[in-house]
C-alpha cells in the first residue's frame, strides 16, 4: 500500500520534473532540422529558474481570477497524473478518482480558467487570445470526445488501464482500423492542443498567437507557473497518447523501483519517437490561414467516426 | 454467404481495405485540387481489385482473380489516365466555388457516414448478421454511395461530377464483391465497359461545354436552352 502511494506521487513527480526536458527536446531539434544550432535541451528549466527569481507586475485592472488562474491550472496538471497511466500499468489508490472523461475535464478546466484570467485584465490581446482559444475548443472538444467513445466501444471500459491491458493483450485489436482510426484522430487533436502547427505558430509572440496571447499580461512567477503547466499538459497529452493510444508496452508490471524508473525511462524514449513526429510536422506542414483552422479538425472528427464505424465487427 | 463465416484475420483484412476506401472518398471531398480526387480514386480502384482477390482467395471464387486484374487495368489504370486527360485538355485544376467548403463537406460526408452505419445495423441485425464483416461492407457501401451523390450536388466542376458517379459506382462494386461474390462474370465486364462509355461520354459532354458555354462549371449553366 505504501509503494502504491509512493509510485502515485512519483507518477506526479515524474510529469512535474520530465515536462520542461520534452518541451527543450522539441525545441532543440525543430532548429537541428532547419540546420541551426538551437538552444539546449535544459533550456526551458533555465527559463523557469530565471522566471521564478523575477519581480511580478500586476496589471491595475487585475481581479482576483488574475492570481488564482496559474494556481488553479498548475495544479490542474498535477492532479491528472494520477489518473492516467504514467509508470504502472495497474490502477493506484487514487486511479478510479475518474476515467479518461474525468482526465479531460480536469485538463479543460485549467485551460477554461487560463481563458478567463486572458480576459480579466482587458487587454486587447488577451481577449483576442481567449476568443480564439475557446473557438478551437469548440471544434476540439467534439472530437476529444468521440475518440474516448470510440476507445469506449473499442475497450468496453472508460479506464485507461484497461485500454491499455487490452491492446498489450490482444495485437488484433491493435492493429484493428478502428484503433487505428483512434491513434490519427487522437494525434490531430495532439497537434492542436499542444500549441503545434498546423494551428498555431511555431514563432510565438507574433500577431496570430492564441495560447501565447492568453497570458501576454502575466510576468515573474506566475508566469513560471503558467509555462510550466501548459508543458506538464503536452506532458500528460503525450503519456496518454503513447501510454493508451500508440504505444501501450513497456510500463511497469509489477512497481518495483526499478520497474518504474524503467518505465520512466521507456516513456521518455516513446515520447522521442511522438516528438520526432511532431517535429517533422513542424517543419513540412505550413501554417494555416485563420479560417482554414476547422479543416485538420474536421479530418479529425471524421477520422474518429470512421473508428466507431469500424468498430461494430466486434 | 461468406461474409458470415469468415477467420477473424480475413475478416480484419476485409473490414481494413473497405474502411481504406471510405477514407479515399473522403479525401475528394476533403481537397479542392482535382488531381487530388484522380489519384484518391485510382487508390480506391485499386484497393477494391485487392479488395476482389481477397475474396476470390478466402472464398475460392476464381474468376474474381480476373476481375481484380481488369478493375485494376480499367478503374485503376484506363480510367484515371482519360480523365487526366481531359484535366491536361481543359485548363482547370481545382474547384473555384464550391457550394459547402471541405470542411463542412467532410462533417456533411461524416453523419452521411452515420446514417449509413444505422441502416446497415438494423439491416444487419434483422437479417441476423450482426457483428460480422457484411454489416461493415454495407455501411461502407452505402455511405460511398451517399458520399458520391453529395459531391454531385456540392461540386461544380463537370470532372468532379464524374468522379462522383465513379465513387458511386465504386461503392455499388465494393459492397457487391463482399456481399455477393459469386456474381456471374459477364455482368462485371459489362459494368467496367459501361464505365468506359460513361467516361467516354463525359469527355464529349465536357468539351462540348466548354465549346458552347465557355466553361466547364455547372454553376454557370442557368439558362435551359430548348
Not at chain 1, 165 to 170: G, R
Request: hydrophobic share 60%.
Amino acid at each position: 500500500m505504501t509503494r502504491d502511494i509512493l509510485l502515485q506521487i512519483a507518477q506526479v513527480v515524474t510529469v512535474l520534473a520530465l515536462a520542461p526536458l520534452l518541451q527543450g527536446v522539441i525545441l532543440q531539434w525543430e532548429e537541428r532540422v532547419q540546420r541551426a544550432q538551437g538552444p539546449g535541451i535544459f533550456q526551458p528549466y533555465r527559463d523557469l529558474w530565471k522566471l521564478f527569481h523575477k519581480q511580478g507586475v500586476v496589471p491595475e485592472t487585475a481581479s482576483f481570477i488574475y492570481w488564482i488562474a496559474p494556481v488553479v491550472a498548475f495544479t490542474c496538471m498535477l492532479t491528472v497524473p494520477i489518473l492516467i497511466p504514467v509508470l504502472t500499468n495497474f490502477p493506484l489508490p487514487e486511479s478510479d478518482m475518474g476515467d479518461i472523461l474525468g482526465g479531460g475535464l480536469i485538463l479543460t478546466l485549467g485551460s477554461f480558467l487560463v481563458s478567463l484570467a486572458g480576459l480579466d485584465s482587458g487587454s486587447a490581446y488577451g481577449g483576442v487570445g481567449s476568443s480564439r482559444a475557446v473557438m478551437l475548443g469548440i471544434l476540439a472538444e467534439p472530437t476529444l470526445i468521440l475518440v474516448f467513445v470510440g476507445i469506449t466501444l473499442l475497450a468496453k471500459a472508460m479506464l485507461p488501464f484497461v485500454v491499455n491491458h487490452l491492446l498489450v493483450a490482444q495485437p488484433a485489436v491493435y492493429w484493428s482500423p478502428a484503433h487505428l482510426f483512434l491513434v490519427a484522430a487522437f494525434f490531430i487533436l495532439l497537434l492542436v492542443e499542444t500549441d503545434r502547427l498546423p494551428i498555431h505558430s511555431s514563432t510565438h509572440i507574433e500577431v496570430y498567437m492564441i495560447d501565447e496571447a492568453r497570458i501576454l499580461e502575466y510576468s515573474g512567477p506566475l508566469l513560471a507557473l503558467l509555462k510550466w503547466a501548459s508543458w506538464m499538459k503536452q506532458f500528460i497529452l503525450y503519456t496518454l497518447f503513447s501510454n493508451v493510444f500508440l504505444l501501450p508496452w513497456g510500463l511497469s508490471v509489477q512497481g518495483r523501483a526499478a520497474g518504474a524508473l524503467g518505465a520512466a525511462v521507456a516513456l521518455f524514449g516513446k515520447f522521442l519517437v511522438v516528438a520526432l513526429a511532431v517535429v517533422f510536422i513542424e517543419t513540412a506542414q505550413s501554417r494555416l490561414r485563420y479560417f482554414r483552422y476547422q479543416e485538420p479538425l474536421a479530418a479529425s472528427f471524421l477520422l474518429a467516426i470512421l473508428a466507431i464505424v469500424a468498430n461494430q465487427l466486434r | 454467404m461468406l461474409a458470415a463465416h469468415l477467420a477473424p484475420l480475413a475478416a480484419s483484412f476485409f473490414s481494413l481495405l473497405a474502411i481504406a476506401s471510405l477514407l479515399l472518398s473522403f479525401v475528394m471531398l476533403g481537397s479542392r485540387w482535382l488531381k487530388d480526387y484522380l489519384v484518391a480514386f485510382a487508390l480506391q480502384s485499386w484497393l477494391i481489385a485487392l479488395l476482389s482477390a481477397a475474396v476470390g482467395y478466402y472464398g475460392g471464387y476464381h474468376e474474381l482473380y480476373l476481375i481484380a486484374l481488369l478493375t485494376a487495368l480499367f478503374r485503376g489504370l484506363l480510367l484515371p489516365y482519360l480523365i487526366l486527360r481531359i484535366i491536361r485538355r481543359l485548363n482547370v485544376d481545382r474547384e473555384l466555388h464550391e457550394r459547402l467548403s471541405p470542411s463542412s463537406s467532410l462533417v456533411v460526408g461524416a453523419l452521411l457516414v452515420l446514417f449509413a452505419f444505422v441502416v446497415a445495423t438494423h439491416l444487419g441485425s434483422s437479417l441476423g448478421l450482426a457483428g460480422t464483416v457484411a454489416v461493415l461492407a454495407l455501411t461502407v457501401m452505402l455511405s460511398m454511395k451517399l458520399i458520391g451523390f453529395l459531391m454531385l450536388v456540392v461540386r461544380g466542376e463537370a470532372l468532379s461530377q464524374i468522379l462522383a458517379l465513379l465513387v458511386l459506382e465504386n461503392g455499388i462494386f465494393l459492397g457487391s464483391q463482399i456481399l455477393v461474390p459469386g456474381m456471374p462474370l459477364l455482368i462485371e465486364l459489362v459494368i467496367l465497359f459501361d464505365l468506359l462509355v460513361v467516361v467516354a461520354c463525359f469527355g464529349v459532354l465536357v468539351r462540348f461545354l466548354v465549346m458552347h458555354a465557355g466553361t466547364s462549371s455547372a454553376h454557370n449553366l442557368r439558362r435551359l436552352v430548348g
